[in-house]
């Protein structure tokens, strides 16, 4: 039986509330009255927001601790207002008309914060600021303050200074000294500013520092050097484009620095010397495409590493050195098309990694156990990739992996054991449409099954024709059969050789599909695309017998020609054959290259 109370019950309780809003009742003469047409909670009276014909009223008790005028459109201020409000520690007079800082009577030296947020105030006035002797947060923020002078600021024991969103276009050197011994948070956000200078902040108290959208294009060395102090700084949305060696130089407790959204095109050991403490580096949005080898050495702790959204195309062999102790990185949305052996070498503690977006399908298809460094690893994003096979060795030595998202990637393959050595994976994203259902592919809705990774998983197949469009989870076992081989395969893998230098060189390979499906070729040294290469392709039809009769095959041929070889051809050559239903990767031939005075005989 559901009980209710009645409306008269809900009426009285209503009233009962406005009355405590209204008055807080005491004995004698502690009785509080709230003026009209304001409301009173404790010790704040709330008299922001009035309505169209409503005035301030001519009294504020003199029991007023916090006190609101927010959003009154009031254009000036009666200082009697404030001539017995000597318990006044807190008054908001943000979203107003004022253009200066007001007058608020004779003990203003109590007023710990000042809101004064969202007015039209152009000027920060010693003078105007000189009785708030206890002030402690200052809010300027939205306002038209163009200017920070040198004498702008009295001695204060400020702690929180936000003048975000004003048109400060220069700040004098010292115009923030004699807040020295007690600044600890400075906004500084959208507003003007060009340039920074070394000799501006020097707050040994100053923990976080906000510059972001302003005009800052460059950071010359020392800039920060006096603020010891600092855990925090953001600078994103400046069009910055050059740090100098050491502009970070002194920040050594600095936490926490985010650079995103700047004009950034390296990453150097020179501008982040110096950054002994730092946790979280923030670079994304900017248009990195170097990362230095050495570059990491200064940031011992560093934790948290975003890349995001820059140029990289490339992860060089040791490229992330001197990270041991990074737990988050963030190289998602770049253009990186070549991961090099040991990239990944050294971040024994990293937990997760965000690839998407990138171009690194020959990573995941032909290298082994690319990511096999990273034993602690839990979270793999490679969404976007354009990864189009799976094999049993791209995810070796994950043994700790929990999530791994492969979705949006038109995956044709995935080989027998692909995810099994992935012990603790619980969670598996992959859709596709493009699988060859083939006999090779039968383990599959089995062991999704066996994981319950079907909610995250939508796959269907592209080939055979009578299979087309089905998921593979409404496939009978018996109907997984290899019958051709739309997908090319290697049968004439090129051959290491020995030339000397000027000599000419030519590396064949050959593969063979059953499929009509257009063929691309390619040929890479040391695991990076030869692109003006002189490459030679050709094709031609053969019949292949079997038990189901006879199959046209075609085979095609590339051919990779050295001219003129130096030292520097050295390496190991691969070719590499693909049409719509996947790419082959023949083995890794190598080159050497000798010096005609280093092989022969010896003439006496």
């Not at 009666?78 to 007001?102: A, M, R, V, Y």
């Not at 002194?250 to 926490?256: R, Y």
Request: net charge neutral; hydrophobic share 40%.
């Amino acid at each position: 039986m559901r009980s209710s109370t009645p409306p008269r019950t809900f009426a009285k309780f209503a009233v009962v509330f406005l009355l405590l809003l209204r008055v807080e009742s005491g004995s004698g003469t502690n009785a509080r009255t709230c003026p009209s047409p304001c409301a009173c909670l404790r010790e704040l009276v709330d008299c922001g927001r009035l309505k169209r014909g409503q005035t301030l009223p001519a009294v504020i008790p003199e029991w007023t601790v916090e006190l609101d005028l927010s959003h009154n459109k009031l254009q000036v201020l009666d200082s009697t207002l404030f001539s017995k409000l000597q318990h006044l520690k807190e008054i908001k007079l943000n979203h107003n008309g004022l253009e200066e800082i007001p007058d608020l009577g004779p003990y203003a030296s109590n007023i710990t914060v000042l809101i004064l947020a969202n007015n039209k105030i152009t000027a920060i006035s010693e003078a105007q600021l000189r009785p708030f002797l206890a002030l402690e947060t200052l809010d300027l923020s939205n306002n038209n303050v163009g200017e920070i002078k040198s004498g702008s600021f009295p001695a204060l024991p400020l702690k929180n200074l936000f003048l975000n969103n004003n048109r400060l276009s220069s700040l004098e050197p010292g115009c923030f000294t004699n807040l020295s011994s007690s600044l600890q948070v400075l906004r500084l956000n959208r507003n003007r500013l060009s340039n920074i200078g070394p000799k501006i902040f020097t707050l040994p108290h100053l923990q976080h520092l906000e510059l972001s959208r302003n005009r800052v294009r460059r950071v010359d060395g020392l800039t920060f050097q006096h603020l010891p102090s600092l855990r925090s700084l953001k600078m994103q949305r400046n069009s910055l484009n050059r740090l100098m060696d050491g502009c970070f130089w002194g920040l050594s407790n600095m936490e926490v620095l985010q650079l995103d959204y700047n004009n950034l095109t390296e990453v150097s050991k020179g501008w982040l010397y110096g950054l002994l403490s730092l946790q979280q580096l923030h670079l994304s949005h900017n248009t990195i495409s170097k990362i230095k080898s050495d570059a990491w050495e200064p940031c011992p702790k560093l934790s948290e590493l975003n890349l995001s959204s820059n140029h990289l195309s490339r992860l060089d062999e040791s490229g992330f050195a001197n990270l041991g102790v990074l737990d988050r990185l963030d190289v998602g949305n770049n253009r990186v098309s070549f991961i090099a052996d040991g990239a990944f070498r050294g971040l024994s503690n990293l937990q997760m990694l965000d690839l998407q977006n990138n171009e690194i399908s020959w990573t995941i298809e032909d290298m082994n156990g690319p990511f096999s460094a990273l034993d602690k690893l839990k979270k793999l994003f490679l969404q976007r990739n354009q990864i189009r096979s799976v094999t049993k060795k791209s995810f070796s030595g994950l043994d700790a992996l929990q999530h791994l998202d492969l979705s949006n990637n038109a995956i044709m393959s995935i080989q027998a054991n692909a995810f099994s050595q992935m012990k603790n994976l619980q969670e598996l994203r992959l859709n596709t449409s493009s699988l060859l259902c083939d006999c090779q592919l039968k383990w599959l809705p089995i062991w999704v099954a066996e994981q319950t990774f079907l909610y995250c998983v939508n796959a269907s197949c592209a080939h055979p024709q009578m299979l087309q469009g089905r998921s593979v989870f409404a496939v009978r076992q018996e109907e997984f059969v290899c019958e051709d081989f739309p997908k090319p395969q290697i049968t004439v893998q090129p051959e290491t050789q020995s030339a000397l230098k000027g000599a000419n060189v030519t590396f064949v390979c050959s593969a063979a599909s059953s499929s009509d499906s257009p063929m691309t070729f390619a040929w890479k040294k040391d695991n990076e695309v030869l692109n003006d290469a002189e490459i030679h392709n050709q094709a031609h039809l053969r019949v292949q017998g079997g038990a189901g009769g006879e199959t046209e095959v075609t085979e095609y041929t590339t051919t990779l020609q050295l001219r003129n070889v130096e030292f520097s051809s050295e390496g190991r050559y691969q070719c590499v054959i693909s049409n719509h239903f996947g790419s082959s990767y023949s083995t890794k031939a190598r080159l050497t290259v000798h010096s005609e005075f280093g092989v022969g005989c010896v003439i006496l």
